[in-house]
């Protein structure tokens, strides 16, 4: 089956800009992540959705991220403006509701400069 | 287990040694644990899972262990290959569906 897809890989702007990324999850599963990966550390929750409704968005910046996933498939997640700090692989993840392990995409590289 | 920053605890091995990864979680009330493992520009990789009712499950050349007690966990690789060279995470479910990474380890294995 085809896995978790995400795109751009790798994007560089620079500070104050907006940057989006886009994520298609495992076809059939409901649940789906958005996580911030800061090189060296494990991955740190964003927001997750089930279907088309947010059921945890409590670590997410809301002041300049913002994640939506209208038709309850694929999802995007902006940055708007982007910082420094934000430079990190962001990734996405999709699971089964009700289960617990969750499939990776290979993740966006972001630079913010 | 919180971020250790970018000096991830390092364990190097060699070839068809039998590597043991630690993890401490810190939420007694965490029920499910999970370890994943993430290979250099790929988004991590489920490994093997194991409920608080277990103390002990076993995969292929993989075996996770619980102790509850002190609120530890381990990763144990048979017979490491080159292949497993990566950074192994433990994860934990807190009720809910929420997991939490731990900061992570990373597995050298010299041939």
């Known amino acids: 089956e085809a896995g978790v897809a995400q795109s751009p890989r790798y994007k560089i702007i620079e500070k104050r800009q907006s940057v989006a990324f886009w994520c298609n999850p495992i076809?059939?599963?409901?649940?789906l992540y958005w996580y911030q990966q800061i090189l060296g550390q494990g991955p740190k929750l964003l927001i997750q959705?089930?279907?088309?409704?947010?059921?945890?968005d409590s670590q997410l910046p809301k002041d300049r991220f913002s994640a939506e996933r209208l038709k309850g498939v694929d999802s995007t997640l902006k940055i708007q403006p982007a910082k420094l700090e934000d430079s990190a692989v962001y990734l996405c993840a999709s699971s089964f509701i009700g289960e617990d392990i969750q499939y990776f995409g290979a993740g966006t590289r972001l630079s913010v400069l | 287990g919180e971020s250790v920053g970018l000096h991830l605890p390092t364990l190097s091995v060699q070839e068809g040694d039998n590597s043991i990864i630690n993890c401490a979680y810190s939420?007694?009330?965490?029920?499910?644990f999970i370890w994943y493992k993430q290979e250099s520009g790929k988004g991590p990789q489920f490994i093997i899972d194991i409920r608080s009712n277990m103390d002990k499950r076993q995969g292929q050349r993989v075996t996770v262990l619980l102790n509850k007690t002190v609120k530890h966990l381990s990763l144990q690789i048979a017979a490491t290959q080159p292949g497993d060279s990566a950074v192994y995470f433990c994860a934990e479910n807190t009720g809910g569906f929420k997991t939490i990474f731990g900061a992570g380890t990373r597995l050298f294995v010299k041939a």
């Open positions: 959705f089930q279907n088309n409704g947010v059921v945890d």
């Open positions: 939420n007694s009330a965490s029920d499910y």
């Open positions: 076809s059939g599963h409901a649940t």
